[in-house]
């Protein structure tokens, strides 16, 4: 058991993040004192703190998405060049380069990894498959990665095409 600087209450050591530099190794405040802490001060400078962001990733947005692939999708940056090369800046399923505008930039084709594997939307890196475009991500997405779904939409759309045709 452990007495928290912030609440004052007694409580297990679990219930405290590790501080190596510390006597007992642990921080001195609770993890929801700390967090408490931590969202306070994120509501009363929100502004400057978002507004710090974007002048980093302005600086510097190979860091951001390097950072960004790494931490979702276990990518590097250099992995990611090399599957964009490969699919010559082309998405893996219509084979049309990315056509979403994002404040005026083009987006960045989406990295796509198999949800069986990882079904939350970070991946351990070792399901990725290809780069996808936006349109076809979601529409994989939507319809759960299940390829007897897909041929179905298929063939209910060409069976539609036929009977417009008869009509």
Known sequence: MKQCTGCKKQKPRAEFYARMSSGDGLQARCKICIS????????????????????????????????????????????????????????AVCEQPETTMLGGKIKWLAVDHDHECCPSRKSCGKCVRRLLCGKCNVGLGNFNDNPALLRAAALYLEMRQAIARCS
Do not use: W
Not at 41 to 46: A, K, M, P, T, Y
Not at 54 to 60: I, Q
Not at 65 to 82: C, D, I, M, P, W
């Open 36 to 91: 408490v802490d931590q969202r306070r001060r994120r509501v009363s400078n929100g502004d400057n703190i978002r507004a710090t962001a974007r002048a980093c990733h302005a600086l510097n947005p190979d860091k951001a998405r390097a950072e960004g692939l790494k931490s979702k999708f276990g990518v590097t940056l250099a992995n990611y060049q090399e599957m964009f090369d490969h699919q010559n800046g082309l998405c």
